[in-house]
């Protein structure tokens, strides 16, 4: 009929489905002025003039970056006392992309007893009819049987859950330091990267029952019992497990100056150690903690913020590559009894729920704090939030970069955007937000999600279930050992042992 025609004539004179005109791009390592034209929701050309298009958006004064990816959220997960947070999948990842980002990695986690494909199979579930923006999932791993190193994670690796999580504290989640090596030698031989929170649960266990036992219960104390001497050491002693197999490891939510350095020192040696570090080590300190009630609660994720040199410290480790990853560390705990006060309203602060929501903020406050103010550049800021997590967790090219094949996820950013954050404009699921009243200059106007408008006019455009699962690919699996003789004593003797 003559609308179908005239829909056919239409389709054939516009090459392209969408074109992005007049913007500035900005790579993790170049910026530069062209044109992106999307088809089938991938970039199929970058240059000038490049015709027409079914939709043109005139990105004048924007800039015109990849999607995020934030690598590190907690989505619909049980924490290890067994508390949903307050985000499911869909809340979680309308938040992640009213803040600019076009892919997220949340975990699925195992609690003791649980197989690992169990646990995978009910977060795919409950990603499934919900996400509205592309993710990947890590593995938490807290009860690594012979048949979760042997059979489980080997097979689960090869179906794209690259990577994994371990924690050295939380008592229900801890693995001891053996474990980490059966773990490690296991991603080492297939190709994954493991994930390490580190504190050192024995410490943070001593200071925190001398300080119950004077009554000291507040939140402050969240602070003085998550010593930064708890992460430092734990982070040393978990390069050097690593070391000793020589396997890749990923230092997660870093917030202070000792930790960051044991991973820069553990990099200058040529180990592949990786660094992490998010918004709460930049934008809070201990003393957020240290209000009237129970309003520090509001504050307590472990590791705790820190102080001003702290802070200053992480600024650098961003600029001197410490840090390859931004990520928020999304915990959300509302701030009533199904969330920080899980245990009662007047818990002990080592029984407050640990974790502070910033799946929306990451990138507005990096970006305004760090490339408004000279911290960093704009092509670092692209290389932390998005391209080095890519590459990392084995989603490069297809995303996190703007070339020609890539998955056409985009963010078009006005940087001259001033916001005041506040509770009420944010779209995951809490009832508070830490960065309440923080003013930031910039934040993305359009975001765009394997070419579909996900995000315009401050509203969402695409639909509840419409994000696709990531299965990603393994690094280096198998890889030569740097030794030449078996015989040989070295450091990463352990490596041939495995
Ligand atoms: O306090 C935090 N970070 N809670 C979330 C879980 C974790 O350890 O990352
Ligand atoms: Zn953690
Ligand atoms: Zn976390």
Redesign the pocket.
Known sequence: NWNEDRKRRIRKMNKYDLLIKNGMIHTAVESFEAEIGVSEGKITAIGQNLGHAERVIDAEGMLVLPGGIDA?C?IEQE?STRIMTADDFYSGSVSAAFGGNTTFLPFAAQHRGQSLREVVDTARERARNKAVIDYGLHLIISDPTQNVLEEELPSLIKEGYTSF?V?MT?EMLKINDGEMLDILAIARRHGALTMV?AENNEVINWISERLIRRGYNAPKFHAVSHSPLAESEASRRAIDLARLVDARMLI??VSDAEAAHSILQARNNELTIYGETCPQYLFLTAKDLDQEGMEGAKY????PPRDKASQEAIWKGLKNGTFQVFSS?H?PYRFDESGKFHAGRDASFNKI????PGLETRMPLLFSEGVGKGRITINEFVALTSTNAAKIYGLYPRKGSLVIGSDADIAIWDPKWVRTIKKEMLHDNMDYTPYEGMEVKGWPRIVISRGRIAVEEETLKVDRGSGEFLPRTPAEAGRELPISSPLSPSRNFGAKLL
């Not at 307590?300 to 590791?303: D, H, V």
């Not at 729920?353 to 502070?356: K, P, T, W």
């Open positions: 590190h907690h924490s999580k924690y939380y929170h997660v939510h307590c994720c472990s590791p560390d915990a729920a640990n974790g502070v």
